[in-house]
């Protein structure tokens, strides 16, 4: 069985990227129109229109995908050894991304409201600001809202992430340990 390199897989992934936000921008070119969004949904904001994805898209993928490298050392020799946590980190983006997409496009904006609190409060005990998860983030809100929005609101959100993660819950971890309410490391 022939394996994949990171460097193939990570043309590959770059290149199925960059196909689907070209053909999703044709698609929208020729029925109705390159949609542009307003900067949180208000119409005294500017608009950022979708063509900027186009661009976007791929570079950041490709930006995060050498970040994820970078920073899990990968130099394995096949993708197939890509570590579990980077693919369940890009999937549970994703999920939350398609999650929050579809419920804008439902209307249901009194659930959107619990997103926000939700992903903080998950980033208490995972770390959910790495490169996958904003990755599958963006991509799962893409065809909702385009590639420049969500990689703003996606940045805002791993930057808070990482301060929850990396401040808050060690301090939580100690104030616990030192009521007692947790054991300490041995």
């Not at 949180?40 to 994805?53: F, T, V």
């Not at 490709?62 to 980190?89: C, E, H, M």
Request: glycine share 10%.
């Amino acid at each position: 069985m022939k394996t994949l390199s990171i460097l193939k897989a990570k043309i590959y992934f770059t290149g199925i990227i960059s196909l689907a936000i070209w053909s999703l921008l044709a698609w929208n070119y020729f029925h109705g129109g390159v949609p542009s969004h307003h900067i949180l949904n208000k119409k005294d904001l500017p608009e950022i229109s979708n063509w900027w994805g186009g661009i976007w898209l791929p570079i950041f993928a490709w930006l995060a995908i050498f970040r994820i490298q970078k920073r899990a050392n990968l130099t394995i020799k096949s993708v197939s050894d890509l570590p579990s946590k980077i693919i369940y980190g890009f999937i549970g983006g994703l999920i939350i991304g398609i999650s929050i997409a579809i419920l804008f496009h439902l209307e249901f904006n009194e659930f959107l409201g619990y997103f926000l609190p939700g992903i903080l409060i998950l980033a208490l005990f995972y770390p959910i600001y790495y490169a996958e998860c904003l990755l599958g983030f963006v991509l799962g809100m893409t065809y909702t809202f385009g590639a420049i929005l969500p990689t703003g609101i996606g940045s805002i959100l791993a930057i808070l992430a990482f301060l929850i993660y990396q401040l808050i819950r060690p301090a939580g971890i100690y104030a616990m340990r030192l009521l007692k309410i947790l054991p300490n490391k041995t």
